[in-house]
Each structure stands twice: as structure tokens, then as C-alpha cells.
């Protein structure tokens, strides 16, 4: 049940994302969003460990997972899918990343030999005609007028590197505290966008407005440090193949979330939802004549 209610929160404030990153990008480039973005991520998460900072021995025993997850999963992940969103459309991307979970339980497969079951795949198919439903308004034939370019092709590089990150989270992430891992996968980002901050054409931060640095607060503190961590922390209790499913709910939250920045809610949302949630539930449904795979947490 908690790790249900993690990966739900989490979900939200990744949704979140969407909405502030569209504040922030009317001011800065994308580097220079990702960079204030976990600056600001990173260092919430020190406050939230302030006495429990990991030691140097602590990250070297750990340096294989943490680089994996953080420089390609985390940071991997942020470059390519901000470079799709500038070229694709909102539909579109929200379409590919309702692949994640599909991606997350082969790579489940193949790198923790988890199995593949059948009410796993049954789960997948009604939840992705309920993010289907969604973004295509509830009218099917919206269909037919989708048209996938280069962004959609890097948001689907995106996905993948986000469904190697939840793989690695569930792998490397039960030698250190959920806290620790989710602080040093972060930094790694945070390292990452440092490093190509220089070409960003960065500008004075004094020209920023009211809005933009309220966006970036939002994004560090809800949209990375909180969301990052409960999703690693649900990731590490009930697997990666099973908390993949979870990422159909940002289409779900995008749709509620959008009232508050001036959008309506219509009744395909329910619909979608309703056909979302039956989905998870499905896939989260123990199978009581199988052998399941012990939690590592």
C-alpha cells in the first residue's frame, strides 16, 4: 500500500513538470532549465539528509549503480526528452510515454530476470487505451491527424533511458538509503547539465521574473527532490516491471492538474482514467500460484 501511494505522488509531481517547464522555457534554454532545476532538486534533498550525508567509502562501494542511474537513466533521460518536447507535441510525447511501462517490464526481463506475465501485459493493454483515450480527447478519429517527427523519435529515447533508470533504481539501490540514492543519482544530473552550462548562453538571473523562479522552485522541490525520491522508493519496493504501470497516470494527473493552470476537464478524462486505474490494478494483482520475486527493500 505505501508503495502504491509513492509512486502515485510521485507520478503527480512529475506531471507537475510539464506545466512549470513550460513557465521556465519562456525565459531559458533547456540547459540552463535542467541546471536550475536540480541545483534546486539537490538541495532540498541535502536539507532532508542534512545528517545523513553519504561518506566517500559509502559512494565508492556504490559508484557502479549511482553513475548508471544518475549520468544515463536520470541525466540521459532530461537531455533527450526536453530536446523532443521542443520539437513535439504535447500529444505526442504524452502518447510515447505511455510506452514506459512496456519498456520497463522487457528491460525488467532482461537485466533482472523477472518474469513476464500475462496479466502484466493484459494491465498494459487496457491501461494504454485509457492514456489513448486521453490524449486523443475521446474521439478516435483524432488519430489519424497524429503525426510523429524528430522530437517523438528523442521523446522515445527519453522513455528508454527513464525505463533503464526505474531497472537500475530496483538493481543497485538496496546497499544505500533511498535518500543517499536519490541524492546522488540527482548530483550526477546536476553535474551533467554543469558541464554543458557553459554553451547554454546562460543569462544574468536577476533578469528573471517573479513567475520563473517560483516555477523553478516547484520543479527542484516537488518535480525532482520529492518526486525522484518516492518513485525510487516505491521503484525499490515493489519492482521495476510493476511500478512501471504508474506512469500512465501522468496523462491521467495532466488532464486534472490542468484546471489549475486555466484548462477544463472534460468527461473522456474520466473515461481514460477509469480504464488507467482498472490497468494498474489489474497488473498489481498478486498472482497467488506463481512464484513471485522477493522485494529488495
Not at 554543469?194 to 516555477?215: C, D, E, K, N
Amino acid at each position: 500500500m505505501k508503495a502504491t501511494l509513492y509512486l502515485i505522488l510521485a507520478t503527480i509531481f512529475l506531471e507537475l513538470n510539464f506545466h512549470l517547464a513550460k513557465i521556465i522555457l519562456k525565459e531559458v534554454g533547456f540547459i540552463e532549465a535542467g541546471f536550475w532545476r536540480f541545483l534546486f532538486g539537490v538541495g532540498t534533498l541535502v536539507l532532508l539528509g542534512l545528517n545523513k550525508i553519504p561518506n566517500l567509502q559509502l559512494i565508492a562501494k556504490n559508484i557502479k549503480g549511482i553513475s548508471l542511474t544518475g549520468f544515463i537513466g536520470l541525466f540521459g533521460f532530461n537531455i533527450f526528452f526536453f530536446l523532443g518536447l521542443m520539437n513535439s507535441s504535447a500529444v505526442n510525447a504524452a502518447l510515447i510515454v505511455s510506452l514506459n511501462p512496456a519498456l520497463t517490464i522487457l528491460f525488467s526481463h532482461k537485466i533482472l530476470k523477472t518474469s513476464i506475465k500475462k496479466k502484466q501485459l493484459l494491465g498494459i493493454v487496457i491501461a494504454f487505451i485509457g492514456v489513448t483515450y486521453v490524449i486523443l480527447n475521446g474521439k478516435i478519429t483524432n488519430f489519424n491527424n497524429l503525426q510523429f517527427n524528430y522530437g517523438d523519435i528523442l521523446i522515445l529515447i527519453a522513455n528508454v533511458f527513464f525505463a533503464l533508470h526505474h531497472v537500475w533504481v530496483k538493481k543497485y539501490g538496496t546497499t544505500i538509503s533511498n535518500l543517499n540514492f536519490t541524492l546522488l543519482t540527482s548530483t550526477c544530473c546536476l553535474i551533467g547539465f554543469l558541464v554543458l552550462l557553459p554553451i547554454s548562453g546562460m543569462t544574468l538571473v536577476t533578469t528573471h521574473t517573479y513567475g520563473y523562479w517560483m516555477a523553478v522552485f516547484g520543479i527542484g522541490c516537488l518535480g525532482t527532490a520529492l518526486a525522484y525520491f518516492l518513485w525510487q522508493k516505491g521503484v525499490q519496493i515493489t519492482g521495476a516491471d510493476k511500478a512501471g504501470i504508474y506512469m500512465n497516470i501522468v496523462p491521467l494527473s495532466a488532464a486534472v492538474l490542468a484546471i489549475f493552470f486555466g484548462e477544463s476537464l472534460h468527461t473522456y478524462h474520466l473515461i481514460g482514467g477509469l480504464l488507467i486505474i482498472i490497468g494498474m490494478l489489474i497488473t498489481r494483482k498478486k498472482n497467488t500460484n506463481s512464484k513471485g520475486h522477493k522485494p529488495l527493500s
